[in-house]
């Protein structure tokens, strides 16, 4: 029972909503309005640039990025988040140095597993090397720090005019003036 008090109620064909027949009645042009028209996507950063000069300058990087993506949909790459191919090319890269990696890692303590488990002394085995990690950071020929790429080329420039550069691990510091 939906507690309607014994009156009869007709259902919108539109919403599926029950109503009384003579609410129904009005309620069928109203509802009918608002299911027919599709309501404008809002987008509160359009609204905020409107009037301003940042304006041309929002509807340029989205008309950018639009064809950015068609581009990449079309060649069937996915575009990585930073907008850098190299980026997502590197990183598909390295996941088989880091499968590898962990391969090896797996058949070392199978063996040592096995060799425990015979009475053999492990430090008798040989154990697989696993590839050298590739270090793919950038060093700073003024500080030796090693960095990304994107970051290496911000941090070198400004490095190369720095005048109290920081000491590399185990350089003693300067002497002072007295």
Same mark, same amino acid.
């Given at each position: 029972?939906? %507690? %309607? %008090? ?38 509160? /950063?359009?609204?905020? /640039?409107?009037?301003?000069?940042? @304006? *041309? ?11 950015? =993506?068609?581009?990449?949909? $079309?060649?069937?790459?996915? #575009?990585?988040?930073?907008?850098? !191919?190299?980026?997502?090319?590197? *990183? =598909?890269?390295?996941?088989? @140095? *880091? ?11 199978? =063996? ?23 270090? !793919? $950071? ?6 030796? $720090?090693?960095?990304? @790429? ?15 550069? #920081? ?5 003693? #510091? @300067?002497? %002072?003036?007295?």
């Amino acid at each position: 029972d939906g %507690g %309607g %008090g014994g009156m009869d109620l007709e259902e919108c064909g539109t919403c599926g909503r029950k109503f009384n027949p003579t609410s129904m009645l009005k309620h069928a042009k109203v509802c009918a309005k608002v299911f027919q028209t599709k309501r404008k996507v809002m987008d509160s /950063s359009k609204m905020r /640039s409107e009037g301003t000069d940042n @304006a *041309k300058f929002l509807q340029e990087s989205q008309l950018r990025e639009k064809k950015e =993506k068609a581009a990449a949909a $079309r060649r069937g790459v996915r #575009p990585s988040p930073a907008g850098n !191919e190299e980026v997502a090319l590197t *990183k =598909k890269a390295n996941w088989k @140095a *880091k499968s590898e990696e962990f391969r090896t890692a797996m058949r070392n303590s199978r =063996k040592i597993t096995e060799a425990q488990a015979k009475g053999v002394d492990i430090r008798s085995l040989k154990l697989e090397d696993g590839p050298a990690e590739a270090d !793919e $950071r950038v060093p700073c020929p003024h500080c030796g $720090r090693k960095f990304a @790429a994107i970051t290496a080329e911000r941090h070198i420039p400004k490095c190369a005019t720095t005048v109290n550069k #920081p000491r590399g691990v185990g350089v003693p #510091p @300067a002497r %002072g003036r007295r």
